[in-house]
DNA sequence: CCGCTCGGTGACAACGTTGTCCAGGGCCTA
DNA sequence: TAGGCCCTGGACAACGTTGTCACCGAGCGG
């Protein structure tokens, strides 16, 4: 039979409304909004009646509408590189925690180290109104950001800076931490060290190689071509880079290795081969203790929380110029960054 | 100079409407709909024209809006323990891919374990009027997600079952993983074998103690009430459980860990250990290949991907009744678990 | 040459909520 | 008892978007 709505249903698969409410409890629209929001001026009898209809026909409000009428969506957007990655679930988990404690939600989203989709997540992110915005840049450029920005959407970077556009930043000395990794090394013995880093668009990675450059200027010590491998953090190319430094007649004696994710790789390339090899990796792994590796700390959460905080001040009116902040890192020894040379 | 403007500023910081955009470009505002949604029917002078005014004003499509219209967010839910946690974080990942693979959007949470938590943040996913929501219950009562599921949110539990109501699940097999890990030990020789789990209120936590049973009493063996610990995962009463029961004149010759948490609590407890104590895991870890950590695998990227595939096809329209779907898990030896009894 | 179709375009209502303003009734005071 | 005030409750508009429908001019067939 004709179905004579004039618009079709796409109400949300009829969820009751707080006219229904109203109507149900036998007062008015903007009564129900009261009661729902707490706000004074509703008799305490009205108020149960309305309660009891809320209750009956399991009425919750829609915040999509309040949203649209208030400006404000109490939430924040989170792009990171990817949620599986044992240092970004740590990041994210703080941030949810500062974001909760202001009573917002958190929304994130993995850009796999793609600076097109990291573009796709924010604006997407910007097109929900998030009231701010934490970005782990995959890319290089954030000029599309500007209009957001200057829209009002609060905005934040970790671990790596925003490229072509002045906004916050927190992030972990990467230079100091490397510098002094290597010069670890290099005062256990070692003269011809490896690094092995992430891709050169990524600034940890460039930040980290400058590191052990310093670290071995500051020796007096050569840099070997062969010694520095900057590249993705596929296991296979790891590996390759790994084995190419400790081939040949002159293999380097120690490995510095760039994050958490090569670290994992040269430890398992490093583990069969029979003459020990000095490592010192930059992030902290979990087990890394039981496994005697000497790390480079940082800590993730703080990085979250810093970054979280800041965004927050921002959202309650600071307008301070765009600060860089930067956190120190702490050397774990434990083992594999105190081998000497052997050879 | 009174602000005579009947309602306040709350438009978002300012931001361009496609009302703005019209009158910018000199057409309608259901034509710069048409632009932005790609549909037919404009000439592609006007499409420049409208395309041209957006660039300008960095005009950006208010999605409340579109949402509050349209009755479909293209946004999912999904409520999770600890966003931190190896496991979580994976599991997280899959279900973003697969969302994004559909359109939509992924909105996650923590809930500390906590079924208060774990209902206020459902609730407040349902408020948004996310499309669907994938649970890992904290609690043990869904009732409260009733009224949600017949308003037409659909709604799969992972990892867990759901208390009380009648849903989709997915989960591994976590009695029989147990069971295939404790025969392991008991076919290397063990007679006398710990198990550490997590809280009882947990339902993975129940099974895996069960398999831990049936595996005992298929081999005839009796189970001594000082050898079974379940409790939080807390490092200090994970190291307390270990210890009581490797004290005493009979201890346990091997262990078997509930859960990631617990295993990497037992191997530092046991790693300084003069007497080798047999080990296995439920969970896999990373690195726990050198550590030579036998496990029992399940694939926390295959549970999330197969919840959030379920979720999506009954969001296009199937109906089929709540299912019980359960992953196999897999024995990965790697030595500790085929360390024999010493004693 | 008229009427009809058709493609492009815009006016308008509606989504569900909240802010503003007004009405009515009870109560207190003069 | 009249006047005024406070307190509760409701009518109405607006947030920015999309679906529906109507309009207009051009092209075409009769």
Not at 300 to 306: E, Q, Y
């Amino acid at each position: 039979m004709a179905e004579t709505a004039r618009h079709p249903a796409h109400r949300y698969g009829n969820r009751p409304t707080m006219k229904d409410v109203a109507a149900r409890a036998g007062v008015g629209l903007k009564t129900v909004s009261r009661v729902v929001n707490g706000e004074a001026g509703v008799t305490p009898d009205t108020e149960r009646r309305v309660q009891e209809a809320i209750e009956a026909l399991g009425f919750r409000r829609n915040d999509s509408a309040r949203v649209l009428r208030k400006g404000r969506t109490a939430s924040i957007g989170l792009v990171l590189e990817d949620l599986a990655d044992p240092f970004y679930g740590p990041l994210s988990r703080a941030v949810e925690e500062v974001a909760r404690a202001h009573g917002a939600l958190l929304i994130n989203g993995s850009s796999a180290e793609d600076p097109d989709r990291e573009q796709e997540l924010a604006l997407a992110l910007c097109a929900r109104r998030v009231d701010g915005l934490i970005v782990i840049p995959a890319g290089t450029d954030h000029r599309y950001l500007e209009p957001e920005i200057r829209a009002g959407i609060a905005t934040v970077f970790v671990d790596r800076p925003a490229g072509r556009i002045d906004a916050d930043v927190v992030l972990s000395d990467s230079f100091g931490g490397a510098r002094a990794g290597v010069a670890h090394l290099i005062a256990h013995g070692h003269r011809r060290i490896g690094f092995i880093g992430d891709q050169p668009r990524i600034h940890t990675a460039v930040e980290r190689l400058r590191g052990y450059r310093a670290a071995m200027e500051d020796a007096g010590l050569p840099v070997d071509d062969g010694w520095v491998s900057l590249g993705s953090t596929d296991p296979a190319r790891v590996r390759e880079a790994t084995a190419a430094m400790l081939a040949g007649p002159e293999p380097v004696t120690a490995i510095f290795a760039g994050n958490n994710r090569v670290t994992v790789t040269v430890v398992r390339e490093l583990a069969p081969r029979e003459r020990p090899v000095a490592l010192v990796g930059f992030d902290d792994i979990e087990l890394a203790d039981l496994l005697g590796i000497t790390v480079i700390a940082q800590d993730a959460a703080a990085l979250g929380r810093t970054a979280a905080e800041r965004l927050f001040r921002r959202l309650n009116g600071s307008d301070d110029a765009p600060a860089r902040i930067e956190l120190k890192t702490v050397l774990i020894p434990r083992g594999s960054g105190e081998i000497p040379p052997s050879s």
